[in-house]
């Protein structure tokens, strides 16, 4: 991370706690930043999501993240696992192992009601077996589904309902219950354009969520980019299609995917070269220019409580709109290099909001975790 330390001053200033062991960075502005790191923890492609709330033990609750044990070359090793981490007493406090075939190293994680989906697989082109694997409230192994050798998963959750993404011969959606995981229905992605976008190295091909029941899948071609919005059969309720000339041209040699999230009634894209903010409908009611220039649009996270907004490159804003103030400044410097394989240095994977806080999660390598405390 290439960080300014903050001034003394501004420490003193505020009557913010800092939790134990934690670097403090950032830029002196909107926020205090801490950052956590380990070494013992790698994974290619993973996300996180809130663990438990604050409370006496945990006074900044925990964040929960996909991984894998590395070896000593910061690979990822092992069995697929399930990490939380406690955000104030920077520590490790719970490691979940849920498996997984030889040659994996994506895990990505969803939460629903009563329990937890963990998709275990690949990012690369090859593919492996992959698994998705149902926990419950207790994060015991509930069931294991096996989903064929297949790449660039990506998994969500909200109550009883979890959907997966992946591509095997072609793009492929399925939704079951979270509870038991029962399958619900299972659908081929149409395509829609000519061409698809290649898939990413290390990041899913389509992007999932669950919202307010339905299943939201956001998928990307160079001609076009398509939001759907489907029902737990995967039968379409609506869409939202873009289809521009910029589009094109800036696919053309940089296929970026595009990013969805969703959050206090609001479904947010971040596209190829802006933001956008929609209904639940799908109906767009607002834009940015974030990010324009600069590549791809960063990933998007909003407090429920507070509206604040988070980007996963260290921006905040009070409401979407606002002005952006850069809390952090994020890298990309080269950290390791192999004649196989370059490590770039904060990588990010996800943001969200963790009881007030933004955190921002990155491969590092290793895992990252840097936690954005707002001024008021």
């Known amino acids: 991370m290439r960080l300014a330390h903050l001034a003394l001053s501004a420490l003193i200033g505020v009557g913010f706690a800092q939790p134990a062991a934690a670097v403090v960075r950032g830029t002196g502005k909107a926020a205090l930043a801490y950052d956590h790191h380990s070494f013992e923890h790698r994974a ?12 006496d033990a945990h006074p900044w609750g925990t964040v ?25 007493d920077n520590k490790i406090v ?5 498996g997984g075939a030889e040659g994996s190293h994506t895990v990505r994680i969803a939460r629903g009601a009563g329990g937890m989906v963990a998709v275990v697989g690949s990012s690369v082109d090859q593919a492996v077996r992959t698994e998705l694997v149902f926990l419950d409230d207790h994060d ?23 959907v997966v993404t992946y591509l095997a011969a072609k793009a492929e ?53 398509r939001l759907e919005r489907l029902t737990p059969a995967l039968g379409r309720r609506g869409q939202y299609e873009r289809r521009e000339d910029f589009i094109r041209s800036a696919r053309s040699l940089a296929p970026d995917q595009d990013r969805l999230s969703v959050s206090s009634q609001s ?9 956008e903010r929609l209904s639940p409908r799908l109906r767009r009611e607002a834009g940015s220019d974030l990010g324009k220039g600069e590549g791809p649009a960063p990933r998007i996270a909003a407090d429920g409580a507070s509206g604040r907004i988070a980007t996963d490159d260290g921006r905040l804003a009070r409401s979407f709109g606002a002005e952006w103030v850069a809390a952090v400044e994020l890298g990309h410097e080269v950290w ?31 895992l990252g975790v840097t936690v954005l405390e707002p001024f008021e």
């Open 44 to 55: 290619l492609d993973f996300n996180a999501v809130p663990g438990r709330a604050p409370s």
């Open 64 to 88: 929960r993240l996909g991984a894998f044990r590395a070896d000593a070359q910061l690979q990822p090793v092992g069995k697929a696992r399930i990490v939380e981490w406690d955000l104030f």
């Open 94 to 98: 719970t490691e979940i192992e849920i």
């Open 140 to 162: 015991r192994i509930r069931k294991v589904v096996d989903l064929g050798e297949v790449t660039h998963p990506s998994v969500a959750a909200e109550g009883d309902l979890a």
């Open 173 to 225: 959606l399925r939704t079951f219950r979270l509870s038991t995981g029962e399958p619900i229905a299972k659908r081929t992605l149409p395509a829609g354009g000519t061409k698809p976008v290649v898939p990413p190295l290390w990041e899913p091909l389509h992007d999932v969520a669950v919202d307010g029941g339905d299943v939201l899948v956001l998928s990307t071609w160079f001609e076009a980019s």
């Open 267 to 275: 479904v947010w894209v971040s596209w190829n070269d802006r933001v």
């Open 336 to 366: 390791h290099a192999s004649d196989e394989l370059e490590l770039r240095q904060d990588r990010m994977k996800d943001v969200l909001w963790v009881s007030g806080r933004a955190v921002i999660v990155r491969d590092a390598p290793g």
